[in-house]
């Protein structure tokens, strides 16, 4: 008879709260912090606190299992946030950037109803894998 080898691993285990924890806001006056972290993610969500619209977004994108990276901004400094990602700019100068902004793979994605028309036309599955976001 075969002994068996008592094998544990221990992960650290981050609680759900936290986890879905929006990111903090530091900006430096030229966009710097913002533009890293939409840099940085795959998928970056951002969007006023307590916005509907940002609710829906991030549950349809974890319903797909992409765990985005959310900054949620208060009310006071929208105006701030709004001119930080018009400094990031906009592929081709013809779109503006609205709250709530979805970048993907480091570009601006779009609004609600961009994730939503992609989603429903099942591009949005291949466009998350593409950027690393899925890997079903």
């Known amino acids: 008879m075969q002994g068996t080898i008592s094998c ?11 986890s879905l924890r929006p990111l903090p806001l530091r900006t430096h006056g030229n966009g710097e912090s913002i533009g890293t972290l939409v840099e940085e993610n795959a998928v970056m969500v ?16 974890f319903g797909l299992g992409v765990n985005p990276a959310v900054l949620e901004v208060d009310e006071e400094r929208e105006e701030e ?30 609004g609600l109803d ?15 894998k593409e950027v690393g976001a899925l890997w079903l």
């Open 46 to 61: 951002i969007g006023l606190r307590g916005c509907c619209m940002c609710l829906v977004v991030k549950r349809l994108l």
């Open 8 to 18: 544990t691993r221990h992960y650290p285990m981050i609680p759900a709260a936290e």
């Open 114 to 128: 961009r994730v939503m028309a992609t989603h429903i036309s099942g591009e949005l599955v291949p466009i998350l």
């Open 81 to 110: 946030v709004m001119s930080e990602l018009q400094k990031i700019g906009v592929e081709g100068g013809r779109e503006t950037v609205t709250l709530p902004a979805v970048y993907v793979g480091g570009r601006l994605f779009g």
